[in-house]
């Protein structure tokens, strides 16, 4: 079936860096694109930028510019996601998911219809 | 502060039919399609609907979405005691470079 399966939880202190892994299975890797969501505690969703797997083009949410890298593997059919400088407002649970596209009447419209189970980064000193 | 404006909660009680609204601005829902994601405790986000009012395959005809100008609500009929759940409208956003924006979440509670 299709599934998108991340890395575990990691902990960290300020100012490192933090690489979260997300291996998709069940469909064909390079035809969707792949983005990162994430979720602090108690609050909402917030987008962190999106990248091709086919080509490896990426494109980032101005908050995270500088600081987020994302990267994929077509040989594993995993995608990664490196967020450095953390801090404490980073603590949150990191998602990977893929964007499902529709062309209608000439329109490519998108929705994310897989999501990873989700990875919980904390930085804590 | 999110981008889409949702109301932080609503409630109803089995069988009734309950609403969430979302508003937005021209640069994201007026120029652009609705998602709504369903997120149960402790789980992640859900496909709820896509493009306005479409219904993934799986999903229950009691949901429904629609769209007006800048806003777009969901609508829940026949509501069950496992609705409860959070609510995120989302749509891209043309400003700037581009973007994915959501709303702050609506929490329903089936009473």
């Known amino acids: 079936q299709v599934q998108l399966v991340q890395s575990g939880a990691e902990v960290k202190k300020p100012g490192a860096s933090v690489k979260v892994s997300c291996k998709a299975s069940?469909?064909?890797?390079?035809?969707?694109?792949m983005h990162w969501v994430r979720q602090a505690p108690g609050q909402g969703l917030e987008w962190m930028g999106i990248?091709?797997?086919?080509?490896?083009?990426?494109s980032y949410a101005q908050k995270f510019q500088g600081r987020v890298t994302m990267t994929r593997d077509t040989s594993t059919s995993t995608v990664y996601m490196e967020l450095s400088s953390l801090r404490s407002e980073d603590t949150a649970v990191y998602y990977c998911?893929?964007?499902?596209?529709?062309?209608?009447?000439?329109?490519?419209?998108?929705?994310?219809?897989?999501w990873g189970q989700g990875t919980m980064v904390t930085v804590s000193s | 502060q999110s981008v889409l404006t949702q109301p932080p909660s609503a409630s109803g009680t089995p069988g009734q039919r309950v609403t969430i609204s979302c508003s937005g601005s021209?640069?994201?829902?007026?120029?652009?399609?609705v998602n709504w994601y369903q997120q149960l405790p402790g789980t992640a986000p859900k496909l709820l609907i896509y493009?306005?009012?479409q219904r993934p395959s799986g999903v229950p005809d009691r949901f429904s979405g629609s769209k007006s100008g800048t806003s777009a609500s969901l609508a829940i009929s026949g509501l069950q005691s496992e609705d409860e759940a959070d609510y995120y409208c989302a749509a891209w956003d043309d400003s700037l470079n581009g973007s994915w924006v959501f709303g702050g979440g609506t929490k329903l509670t089936v009473l």
């Open positions: 021209s640069s994201n829902i007026g120029s652009n399609t």
């Open positions: 990248i091709n797997p086919s080509g490896g083009s990426t």
């Open positions: 493009s306005n009012n």
């Open positions: 069940g469909y064909t890797f390079t035809s969707y694109y």
């Open positions: 998911a893929r964007e499902n596209v529709v062309v209608v009447a000439a329109t490519a419209l998108g929705a994310f219809d897989i």
